[in-house]
């Protein structure tokens, strides 16, 4: 509803009647408020306004802010508390759990489907259809946008979870916007294995269907249960992992999932971000399936404590931007912690195990897979989202690569291997024509493959009988090139094959030597 710009009407201050109206219709709405909530949502003293607006589809809105901060806003004499309101009281509406990437499609102005909601191992909420919910992420409970439920919960599973589920009509990030909070703050789950058993990690580890049939259909209504259900009689214990104590697979856990978030997450645009919107809408959700980040569990206690010890290494840079609350304004995005490299084949397996752990093998046709809400964010196009539900193997595999950074590992003898970011260039061997029709060669990337091109230059000098050059490179940076007087393709790739022994899919141009007979 307010995904777009709206006009504003306008702007009074509420009278003393309408504000006791207004508590006797909250109380009414909301009776899971009690009234000491209800005297802090809507004061008796403090400046309280009413904003009448038109949002972009013509309706007529009334909002009601308090200090400059919308809190509640009727619609059609219906009236619903913004995410603002329910940050402070985020149990007086049932809730639907969705996973971080589905928040943007929500802001862009898309309704909740179906295959995007999470089942935690309580069930789903029970609603009606047309009854006010909220939506909150994995891993917390403050909500990020409010609709009505487009079918009741029967419906929605005797659907098989499929088709709309909530009616967005309000997100955080939308025009309705608070004047002085813009982030949801990080609110536990109420029960653990709520953030325990749901998360998923952006590297295609996630189980988003994990859901099996429990039992026959009662009363239209099918149980569900979560196919991990009951799974810790079979498992080792955490203390047992690894041989290591708990608290020191909490901090590796802490680690791993800040620099999975800030390396698949977080971009430099969302600078500054508060640290409990770094917790609590990007690291809790890459946490590995079948763990539960606690930080209160780990050396650190507390999450400054832990971000002070980043600062130290230099990874991020965090700030009190306003008093009490830190934010983080800088990051490292080169720093040697956040590199880890994946080979084509691993690739291919994770994709592969992602793919045929959640179910998502067309069933009628095995060469297709179906793209659930991670694989549509991690693969397709703004405007393919909508349109493609499936794809082939290949496709898939295609996709998953050309959108993952390219990297290339130099192994030398007795040294470390170098890894750099980027496709590997091949050492590239042209000719070219000087002043009265002269040929040279000319040879660029030397230093790609280790090799120093004032060596190389001195070698073909005295093998070639002609003189060499070095000179930097044209539009490579910190590149030389070496230019050598004839067509001396020929000691060239010797040079580079025998000698130096370098494979021959790495030079390009050797087909360009004298033919024999010819000089």
Not at 190 to 199: F, G, N, Y
Request: glycine share 6%; aromatic share 6%.
């Amino acid at each position: 509803m307010f995904a777009k710009a709206f006009r504003v009407k306008s702007n009074t201050a509420i009278k003393g009647s309408d504000r006791r109206k207004l508590r006797a219709d909250v109380t009414a709405a909301f009776p899971a408020l009690g009234t000491d909530q209800i005297s802090e949502l809507i004061p008796g003293k403090e400046e309280l306004n009413v904003v009448k607006l038109y949002v972009h589809k013509g309706d007529s809105v009334t909002v009601y802010t308090s200090g400059g901060n919308p809190i509640l806003f009727e619609l059609e004499k219906n009236l619903y508390p913004t995410v603002y309101t329910l940050w402070a009281y985020p149990d007086i509406l049932p809730t639907f759990i969705t996973w971080p990437l589905v928040l943007e499609k929500l802001v862009g102005g898309a309704d909740l489907m179906l295959p995007g909601v999470v089942v935690p191992p309580t069930g789903l909420p029970q609603v009606q259809q047309g009854d006010l919910c909220a939506i909150a992420l994995v891993g917390n409970r403050a909500p990020v946008a409010i609709g009505v439920a487009a079918m009741s919960t029967a419906q929605m599973l005797a659907s098989g979870l499929k088709g709309k589920g909530v009616s967005v009509l309000h997100t955080y990030q939308d025009h309705l916007r608070s004047g002085d909070k813009s982030s949801p703050p990080a609110i536990a789950p109420l029960d653990p294995t709520d953030s325990c058993e749901e998360k998923v990690h952006l590297g295609l580890q996630g189980n988003l269907k994990s859901l099996t049939l429990d039992g026959e259909e009662e009363n239209g209504q099918v149980p569900l249960r979560e196919a991990s259900e009951d799974t810790s009689s079979r498992a080792p214990s955490q203390d047992s992992l690894d041989g290591k104590p708990l608290q020191e697979q909490m901090d590796d856990l802490l680690l791993r999932c800040f620099l999975h978030a800030l390396k698949s997450r977080v971009k430099k645009a969302d600078l500054p971000l508060l640290t409990s919107t770094l917790l609590g809408s990007h690291m809790f959700s890459c946490c590995p399936e079948g763990q539960q980040l606690d930080i209160k569990k780990s050396s650190y206690k507390k999450l400054s404590k832990f971000l002070q010890h980043m600062q130290q290494e230099q990874i991020v840079q965090v700030k009190e931007l306003s008093k009490g609350v830190e934010s983080i304004v800088a990051v490292d995005w080169r720093h040697p912690r956040k590199g880890s490299t994946l080979e084509g084949s691993e690739v291919r397996k994770i994709i592969t195990d992602y793919a045929k752990r959640n179910r998502l093998v067309d069933a009628d046709n095995r060469n297709l897979v179906k793209l659930d809400p991670i694989l549509c964010d991690c693969i397709l196009e703004k405007n393919e989202q909508h349109l493609v539900t499936k794809l082939p193997w290949d496709c898939l595999l295609t996709r998953c690569l050309k959108n993952m950074q390219p990297a290339y590992q130099v192994t030398f003898p007795g040294q470390e291997p170098i890894l750099k970011k980027g496709k590997l260039c091949p050492i590239d061997i042209t000719l070219a024509l000087k002043t009265y029709n002269k040929k040279v060669t000319v040879v660029r990337n030397l230093e790609t493959y280790g090799l120093d091109p004032c060596s190389v230059a001195a070698i073909l000098q005295q093998r070639c009988q002609a003189s060499t050059i070095v000179s930097p490179a044209p539009g490579a940076k910190d590149s030389l090139q070496v230019q050598v007087q004839g067509n001396q393709i020929h000691h060239l790739g010797q040079l580079l094959l025998e000698e130096y022994r370098l494979p021959g899919k790495y030079i390009q141009g050797l087909e360009k030597a004298p033919k024999p007979g010819k000089k």
